[in-house]
């Protein structure tokens, strides 16, 4: 069993920041890359920043210079700061992490939400 909490979710004006942090806990021996998805109101789910276990980032265009993926390996912890918020960033974010055996096996928090408006 694999669990994934997440916190740090609210209600921010355009410009606020944020904080979301997942720890991860149970079996998570081969989860290497963790990661924070987006999904807005009505869309499909999306990849927003991964991390591996080198630190090794990877960020969607829209979000590049504005939020920052980290990670503390002793901790099992990734977090997403999130700066310049914008309206188009509200929705729920959702953190990942997966691991191969022979298929790729997807593990998610239950979701926090961010609204970002005036």
């Known amino acids: 069993q694999v669990q994934l909490a997440e916190s740090g979710g609210g209600s921010v004006q355009p410009g606020g920041s944020l904080r979301l942090s997942c720890v991860f806990s149970?079996?998570?021996?081969?989860?290497?890359?963790m990661g924070w998805y987006h999904q807005a109101p009505g869309k499909q789910r999306e990849l927003v920043a991964d991390?591996?276990?080198?630190?090794?980032?990877n960020y969607r265009d829209s979000v590049k210079g504005r939020f920052t993926i980290s990670r503390d390996n002793a901790k099992n912890t990734i977090y997403l700061q999130m700066n310049s918020l914008k309206p188009e960033d509200t929705g729920v974010y959702y953190c990942n992490g997966y691991r191969y055996n022979n298929a790729r096996r997807d593990y998610w928090g239950q979701g926090v939400r961010v609204t970002v408006s005036s």
């Open positions: 991390i591996t276990s080198s630190g090794i980032t």
């Open positions: 149970g079996d998570i021996l081969g989860i290497n890359t």
